[in-house]
């Protein structure tokens, strides 16, 4: 080969590599402002759940727990508790849905699990993400050893624009009921 041609091929494989880095970069978790990317999983009951069918019908606080990582997330019991404490609060104003991440094997019985002598209301859907794909969708996933996703709550409109996020890039320090009501009363 000759220099000239060694050079056509590294600024050739410098191209490939910059788009390759540019497309395999990771999701980025939609903003206050933005519209939220719309998303189908599916709950308990193997029924669909489509965020923007939701969003249609009342703004949406959409809760992503850690889901399965190994064992049951005290946190997330103790988040999904004080949402459910203030179901009342939620009813007719905004459909509640929370995303159980995990690896796909035995992902519904450890969801199950979960749900186990928790009382749900009806405007609370609970869903799975088997094998991350809404979670990555959504730039969330927790690559860490041991880890699933971030905890994360969004709040949604009715037109489907994110109006509020909070993302804990630990175990704590997630969305509270009294946060996210504060947001849907400033959409009323």
Sequence with gaps: MTIKSNARFLSGLALFLA???????AAEPPQVGAAAPDFTLKTMDAKSATLSVETAKLPVVLIVLRGWPGYQCPL?????????????AFNGNARVIMVYPGPAADLQAH????LKDKT????????TDPDFTFTQSYGLRW??????????????DSKGMVEF???SKSHGGR??????????????
């Excluded at 997330?76 to 009342?88: G, L, M, Y």
């Excluded at 969801?111 to 979960?114: D, L, M, R, S």
């Excluded at 749900?120 to 609970?126: I, N, T, V």
């Excluded at 690559?143 to 949604?156: L, N, Q």
């Design 19 to 25: 788009i390759s880095a540019f497309t395999l970069r």
């Design 76 to 88: 997330c019991t103790r988040q999904v508790n004080e949402f459910v404490s203030h179901a009342d």
């Design 111 to 114: 969801a199950e699990e979960f």
């Design 120 to 127: 749900w209301p009806k405007d609370f859907m609970f869903v």
């Design 143 to 156: 690559e860490a050893p041991g880890e699933t996703s971030y905890p994360s709550t969004f709040v949604i």
């Design 165 to 167: 996020v909070k993302i």
């Design 175 to 188: 969305a509270t009921a009294a946060e996210t009501l504060a947001v849907l009363e400033k959409l009323k």
